[in-house]
């Protein structure tokens, strides 16, 4: 009887160690999914910023390219690209906004344009300057009549941003026979995850270049 007790309490004793075992395995199947649960999470709301982010870049290329080279052209597209943003509930969330002469035939931003001092042919804001963007900010005069061109340089002045190393009368061309400038513009964001164990947000970027247009007022 008493080498029967003694099996019987083996038994058992190995039943309850497997079930501490399957337990702490359970523990590490469920911590790797809720890791992986919360990482789909915040990279999909990431990429939703991302379709958002993307739109603002290509309206505001799209409202360059058409403006042309009119001396508004630059205050046109930074509002719309404002406005966008707004709209989508991100404009908090920016860090940089460039507009730059795209050369090169994958459109990606000069590398000079992206550094903490910016140079090179660009204008390059910081996201508090985007949102305190005013047609003061220019130096710019706009016509309550729309059939009225805009006047000055169209540049942006030095305190409404980091860098206006190409503005409306640098000058750029909209010559269709000769070449086109090609208006680039780059919308930098930072997506605050909603779950801090990979890190606490996300840098969400896009580019859009667009080909100016012949239409628009003249230099």
């Known amino acids: 009887m008493t080498s029967i007790a003694h099996r019987r309490a083996q038994v058992a004793g190995r039943r309850r160690g497997e079930r501490g075992a399957g337990l702490v395995e359970l523990a590490f199947v469920a911590m ?11 990279y999909g709301f990431a990429w939703r910023a991302g379709l ?4 603002s870049a290509r309206a505001g290329a799209r409202v360059g390219s058409g403006q042309a080279l009119s001396r508004g052209a630059d205050y046109y597209a930074l509002n719309s690209v404002k406005a966008s943003l707004s709209a989508s509930g991100i404009i908090d969330n920016v860090q ?10 994958d459109g990606r931003v000069p590398a000079s344009c992206l550094t903490t001092s910016p140079t090179g042919t660009c204008n390059v ?5 985007l949102k305190a ?31 206006a190393g190409w503005c409306p ?10 070449g086109a400038d090609y208006y680039g513009l780059y919308v930098q964001i930072s997506y605050p995850r909603k779950f801090g164990a990979f890190g606490s947000a996300i840098s969400v970027s896009r580019t859009a270049v667009m080909r100016l247009e012949p239409t628009g007022f003249g230099a």
């Not at 958002?52 to 739109?55: C, G």
């Open 52 to 55: 958002a982010v993307n739109e």
């Open 133 to 163: 963007l005013t047609a003061s900010s220019f130096d710019v005069v706009i016509s309550s009549n729309p059939a009225t061109a805009p006047t000055g340089s169209g540049c942006l002045k030095t305190t409404a941003a980091l860098r």
């Open 169 to 178: 009368n640098a000058p750029r061309s909209n010559s269709q026979d000769s």
């Open 96 to 105: 940089k906004v460039v507009i730059f002469k795209s050369t090169t035939a």
């Open 32 to 42: 790797l999914l809720l890791l992986l649960m919360a990482s789909t999470f915040d």
């Open 125 to 129: 804001l910081t996201g508090a300057q």
